[in-house]
């Protein structure tokens, strides 16, 4: 398996990247929640490859076809499949591929995992492309959180050597929110976005990529959600964020920078706030014991440089068992960053609709 | 649910800091695997506090009593429980937790989860405590695991601001693996050991607490094992590590080191070494599309200060709902760190485990 | 959830009968398994409903388009995703339905569970129609099964009083297995099927429906496979044949025929025939504590009448809260039972699947 | 695997009956539910041996000692571990089994399954023994169901050829319900429970067993429990009844009597009842679309004559690949009837608690 995920949802991913279709099935979406597709295509429009600095030239109409449940504009509760049509495909760039696997890519490993049978073309199944179907699936899933005034919002926190503002981890303003939900290029510090930009069109003219950090934040979160162990917050949302390709690494709160903190920094105090009970500091990143305190929850990722660049480089050649070269052809992102944000930022809904639909905190049945 | 982890594997952690036992019941462990109980019970006393500088005092005798699932010395195939009972209880340092939450613990966002019916005492069920069946149930899966001639191994990569040197991420020897299994302070770096020894007094001599990394790696994976997307070593690996209390963030190679990298940096080129096709670097970990390369898969874990510090703390009165302050008594470590080692080096065995049983990188049936 | 099935497999079916389209995403199917469509084909047109006196006339193309999964004619390991669009609907038939829900139907607990957001044209996603991709599904299972020599078959065992000789369960013999599969009408006994067809004819006469019992086994099964208590063969074919409408009860071996039974003449006594150890009856089943034992797995499922009839029938209005009449237009099978048959051999062919995909069996890793 | 079950409630079943103890591992139970330990001991008394004509004589205490989940007499929402010591072990008696498979029994497929490492003393993990377990678990979580005047009742429908009256399927009283959950020898007509009586004598004069069926129903379910295909009442409670040893066929309302019924006579008519909305009739035994219809789900078991006979069988010695004969030494139940009604009566709780436990019937979140 490795495609599906999810407990209360149970979601899989399907397609190929030069297949005929890409797409995703959901069983266990509630019934009834509207189906707001503006919403939903401005989240795809947000992933697709755009004609800006970082982006490819792929024409991705990107249009979802959604097949089944879905009646008179809300879901019905059974099973939705939405499907994306492939179109735009130069399958002849990747033909060397199956002797020669890309450095970094899934081709190596991919091929002794299907003992050669996998679709190389584009990546086949391992190809960011297949974050389509999940930005898809996740702009459904905050639908549903919306009820609930719970949000998902992502930026850019860092591209190579450049730095932009972190979350107050204690407080994210709607306006905020609203701002980077929005923005084609989502940072808090306008002066690091600029200087991101043109890190890209370095990375371009090396025929190079570059790596970065996306910071996510889900705010109106209840307490008490979550559970210990294995399926508390942390557990969950790791184990879809990793399912996203370039993905090496997950923090929650204030992360690795635990490890240069003695307790008495580190200790989120309680207070009253408004008659209610709050922490003053968020380190914990809104989770305690695997459950929410009702603090925003916070988490960054580690996405590597995309491994396809232009530059010449050395491999392997798995049928003479020899060292060769490889060019990588065709039209690659310098860096996938900026797109990875709508995808984190609605991943992120995947996990806590799953989490929302857990019957917990409750005594009763 | 939350306590209960894996598909191939079905292991559930169960028992509270200050009830009547700690224990672990694992449902689908192979038959005739030989039980080392030198081993099992080496790798519990690595767990175990100690006289040493950095651990409490509390007497512990964490003898598992093996109830099932073994007979003659051989695993059966059928589940295998085993319990640790608790003897050294002081509940009554404890007594005001369920009205005083302790900052950064899980009373608070317990009391809320499970309408204050938890265990409060020592922490319940989110105790540290509850570690222990965790290194029980990964030795156990590291004999299973031996003989295909996997190792998992972890060493103190951080305490504080003292870093120890990294893993060769494309080569650990036998021979360090197997001091480092050994070792009752697990460094690569002397000097640096010493250099966290200090810490820790100094920590404990202002009643406080310090966080650190682990460095973890997993040796002799063959290649192909592991599945795209949310079935990859990462996504599994995580779901079950963040079910350690105090683990915050989590990398996997060079992580979030790519942030500040260039593809052409960043990109493992393929060689033949020794006939065998093999990544001259290893920043990727080991793994590629969710996929295991057959290098060692090498991860970090940030894990906070130990919350339970000696110092007066601020927090709320949640009947009162008013703000009040709190010391929190008892015998806590200084740093859970070096206790956390054995801990994630057993666990990680726990998800190879699971995914070794897994029937995959075989087209036939 | 509930539309998703299995552990090693993880199939979920989807779609509505008069939406866009039915279909199956499956992840977990072995790559490198060739596609015979022709098989494939046959299994769905067996499915299909026909000009005999037993069927509709609806007219469904049913032509199953592959959308991911497979390459070059076989399957990549990938998700496999099919789609078959629907055509032929005369939605108008049904408008009353969300108010008076039809007896013996899910439209009165679908209204509940899902609010009155169901899709309740034709049935939604309860509709028979929703087996044609289970049938895709299992058929495709089935051509894995295949490299192994296991093979499913099932007959017609009983209409209404109309009796069909039983399998010889120690024995199914390869011409018996290729001729039931071959038949458009299957039955042991041809005397018993010409009789069944009179009672067609008299419940068509009637506007009426009448029930049945399919008898399902499964020839070639190794010796060892399944599980203990929860995961045993019964288990696993029970948790699935019981989503084909209509199923209403399954059996395995001799089944409710053991109540009148004393253990002497139940028991199976175990010999040796060509060097293999076998049971010299098969009472069991196939099956000894949930694990094949290598005779042929056999299980029978009851089937109930089709609850669309012709007649009037009494049913209540949801919205005045009043009793009324009903009579259901449209076109409806008088007995579904010859059309479950297909969907019970392949289905069948699903849950062996799984189990053969359980890395059990076996003491090393 | 084998011995877990559920989704929302996770259970292992652990133990052998020769070994140290056995035992259930629960996660996932509600907090805050009251531990009524006098209802729990009655019902595993219900099941333990007794000096009755149809049972063993096997001594055992069977007291559940209830190890974590538990504080001050609650539920705290962590996992409840309870183990039941074996005391009265006669290994002896079954010191031949590892070569000579008793007919019927798992021996063999254990033998191959596990690869001979089993623990074949007295059945091992497939003994009739773990159903104490099942029964301390079903008890809890009947304790649960209370609270919604959710009740669970079975009693002996069938002896050999001695039938018992069965439910009236549209209407069970309380009366009735008490009645037979406190009978020693739970059946509607006094008269056939005082025949079944003499079979029993015939039995164990003959040194033989009989089967039976068994018939429970469950009262009090809401409507708009359930789930549609593969989570329906009917799927998730066969899914858990085969795991209890001896089941051979289960079916609802009518079962394989639908097979001999027109539609016309087998439709459900829906009508107003006390301004309710309710079945005329109850055929489908409470489940329509594998969704509770609010009426009576009632379900029949069929149990085979227990293995274990005094009469000399026929087998073969699996190590010198011969036919041999062997004798069962040991004390067994001549009918395992009477004792499977409680383990099916609670059994049936543990499936339907974990439905209530499902988030549905609601469209917000």
């Known amino acids: 398996m490795g495609s599906t995920w999810g407990k209360n949802l149970n979601i899989t991913i399907f397609g190929e990247s030069h297949g005929f279709a890409i797409g995703v099935t959901i069983d266990g979406f509630p019934a009834g929640v509207e189906l707001d597709t503006v919403f939903i295509d401005k989240q795809m429009a947000r992933r697709r490859p755009s004609s800006s600095s970082f982006s490819t030239k792929r024409k991705e109409a990107d249009e979802a076809e959604i097949l089944s449940g879905i009646k008179d504009g809300h879901t019905t ?144 979160l209840p307490a008490g959600l979550g559970s210990p162990m294995f399926e508390g917050i942390e557990n969950k949302i790791s184990s879809l964020i990793f399912g996203i390709p370039a993905v090496k690494g997950i923090e929650f709160g204030t992360g690795f920078g635990f490890a240069g903190m003695f307790g008495s920094e580190a200790n989120d105090p309680f207070i009253i706030e408004n008659e209610k009970i709050r922490a003053k500091t968020n380190n914990n990143g809104g989770i305690l014991g695997g459950i929410s305190t009702g603090m925003p929850v916070v988490f960054r990722t580690a996405i590597k440089p995309t491994p396809s660049i232009g530059q010449t480089q050395k491999s392997v050649d798995m049928v003479s068992h020899t060292e060769t070269e490889l060019s990588i052809k065709g039209r690659h992102d310098p860096c996938i960053v900026p797109r990875a944000v709508p995808v984190i930022e609605n991943a992120a809904a995947i996990a806590v609709l799953d989490m929302m639909l857990e019957k917990n905190g409750y005594s009763g049945i």
């Open 77 to 220: 509760g059974a099973p939705i499949t939405a499907i994306i049509r492939n179109s735009d495909q130069h399958s002849g760039d990747y033909e060397e591929m199956m002797r020669i696997p890309r450095p970094s890519h899934a081709d190596y490993t991919a091929s002794i995992r299907y003992e050669n049978f996998h679709d190389v073309r584009g990546g086949g199944h391992f190809s960011g492309r297949l974050t389509a179907p999940i930005v898809f699936c996740g702009a459904l899933c905050r639908l549903a959180l919306r009820r609930s005034q719970i949000e998902t919002v992502a930026h850019i926190k860092r591209i190579y050597d450049v730095e932009d503002k972190p979350f107050d981890l204690t407080d994210i303003s709607k306006d905020e929110i609203l701002r980077l939900q929005n923005a084609s290029f989502p940072v808090l510090d306008e002066g690091a976005g600029a200087s991101m930009m043109l890190i890209f069109e370095t990375a371009k003219e090396k025929l190079d990529s570059v790596g970065g950090i996306i910071e996510c934040a889900v705010t109106g």
